[in-house]
């Protein structure tokens, strides 16, 4: 029988077919499991998040408008239930972390597959919470920018800063986390004396700070650092191969649902009101404090697999037990953990942490499908790499939509010709690709990125002017895995 493509999932489930919940919790499962796991830290609590998920999937899928949007509607069923068990847990005792950062990685041998993957992940544990948790759903899980705003419970555009933002922010964190380890700058060596090579926020701005203001580090991190190549083999590596990252979702426990199931987007009228209130109430205690007076203000280490939602052993894929669309509640006793299927809130209802949900709130409207979306746009960022013949360099780029894009293109000319040559670039997610370009000579190049969006709509990245920084100028002094003297340096807009 041929397998079924997330249309026909969602209209089994809505039907009733056990071989769609099958379908999609063999699909899907790995991932969410994943990411539950990075969210609560804990191996059985992220198996009970993604049981409970499709659980609540099954009982609420004629409720997807958009059934080609399964995954990023999985994702924000996880997500809320991550956030219930957080907030479950947090009355009873503080949450222990997980030891999860994995040996130091011997970067004097090179950056070899399994390295690349602890680095990065080393690296992410200096990101704040909301740039790991964005981080995570674009480059390990795949979820473009629309489908991260639909999890989140924010705009596309707003998703899409925020993913630049969490980008940008990880390759400074890989820049330092490899120039700390390599530990060739006595003055960096004392700011962390006795250091266990783990990245926390504060530790990564402390260093980063020393890195930026120093000869010494700024050439070993140009020598060391390749985010192309590291980020693409970071999402590379199957799901159940990196240990867990550690972090807390951003935004409040108790998230309301719309009609769809996505997490909803508050109000801007909601928003105003707020801050016309707050407004008025400073006002009042403006007027009625006496001058010369103030008023004080108001006070993952486990490799393993998602353990199956159901205890039966089984030689091939756990199956789920599947619910009917609309059975009465169950209250017979199960070796499965507690899910949303014994709730006494309803077969129809997703469990809120605040209370049934039943029906929407009036201030949660379900996001029209005919809001405008922003032009297609493509941004590039580039680096280079020296040649050991001292003459030739490679260029190594970079692409980022504000949508999905389905192919990618580099292209580049000599400054004084106009025919331009072009080669295809590799996705690394929905909306950024990586590409490269080797033995170039010429003294000075133009180059830019060309994307294509689903609707066949294209856009070319600003053009970029780039001299051969190597005819001159050789530095040996990179690790193994590349090309002997061979040195990397950014790339300059022109």
């Known amino acids: 029988m041929p397998e079924m493509d997330d ?33 609560l830290r804990d191996a059985d609590a992220a198996a009970d998040a993604v049981q409970d998920t499709f659980v609540i999937a099954g009982r609420r899928a004629g409720q997807l408008r958009e059934p080609e949007r399964l995954l990023p509607w999985l994702y924000a069923i996880a997500r809320r239930e991550c956030l219930r068990q957080i907030r479950d847990r947090r009355r009873e005792s503080p949450a222990e972390l997980d030891d999860t950062t994995a040996d130091t990685a011997d970067l004097g041998a090179g950056v070899r597959a399994a390295e690349v993957r602890e680095l990065v992940h080393a690296a992410a544990a200096g990101l704040g919470d909301g740039d790991r948790e964005v981080i995570e759903l674009a480059l390990r899980h795949g979820l473009s920018a629309a489908d991260i705003g639909a999890v989140l419970g924010v705009s596309a555009n707003h998703a899409h800063a925020r993913l630049s933002r969490a980008r ?30 783990r990245l926390t926020p504060r530790l990564r701005k402390r260093l980063g ?55 909803a987007r508050r109000r801007r009228s909601t928003l105003a009101a707020a801050g016309a209130a707050a407004a008025m109430a400073m006002l009042v205690v ?40 609309a059975p009465p509640p169950s209250t017979a006793p199960s070796a499965a953990p507690p899910s949303p299927a014994a709730s006494s809130s309803g077969p129809s209802s ?32 580039g680096d280079v ?24 293109r580099l292209y580049w000319r000599p400054a004084t010709e106009s025919a331009p040559q072009s080669a295809a670039m590799t996705a690394t997610t929905r909306s950024t690709a990586s590409g490269s370009r080797t033995g170039l000579r010429h003294v000075r190049i133009v180059w830019w990125v060309r994307g294509t969006a689903a609707d066949g709509t294209t856009d070319d990245s600003p053009h970029r002017t780039l001299a051969n920084p190597c005819s001159h100028d050789i530095v040996a002094a990179t690790p193994a895995s590349r090309a002997p003297s061979a040195t990397r340096r950014p790339v300059s807009p022109a």
Not at 171 to 190: D, K, Q, Y
Not at 353 to 380: I, N
Not at 387 to 408: C, E, K, P, Q
Request: with cysteine; net charge positive; proline share 14%.
């Open 350 to 381: 997703i469990p809120d942490p605040t209370g049934p949900l039943s029906t929407p709130e009036p201030d949660s409207p379900t996001p029209s499908t005919s809001e405008r979306r922003p032009a297609f746009a493509v941004t590039a960022s």
């Open 168 to 197: 940008s922010q990880l390759e400074r964190a890989l820049g330092v986390l490899l120039v700390a380890r390599a530990a060739a700058c006595p003055g960096l060596r004392e700011l962390v004396p006795g250091w266990d090579g």
């Open 209 to 263: 700070r020393h890195v930026d203001g120093c000869a010494r580090c700024v050439a070993s991190r140009a020598a060391l650092l390749s985010p192309a190549a590291l980020l693409t083999g970071y999402v590379a590596a199957p799901f159940a191969v990196l240990p867990a990252a550690s972090w807390r979702p951003a935004g409040p426990p108790d998230v309301r649902l719309d009609r769809d199931g996505f997490a």
């Open 385 to 408: 790499r020296c040649g050991s013949d001292g003459a030739t360099y490679t260029l190594f780029a970079d692409a980022t939509a504000n949508r999905t894009m389905t192919s990618s």
């Open 7 to 39: 249309r026909g999932l969602v209209a089994a489930m809505v039907a009733g077919d056990p071989r769609g919940l099958d379908g999609a919790y063999r699909r899907y499962a790995p991932r969410l499991y994943a990411y539950c796991r990075a969210t």
């Open 286 to 325: 403006i007027v009625l404090t006496r001058p010369g007076k103030t008023t004080p203000p108001p006070d993952l280490a486990s490799g393993s697999a998602p353990p199956a939602p159901s205890t039966s052993a089984s030689a091939g894929p756990p199956t789920l037990p599947v619910a009917p669309v």
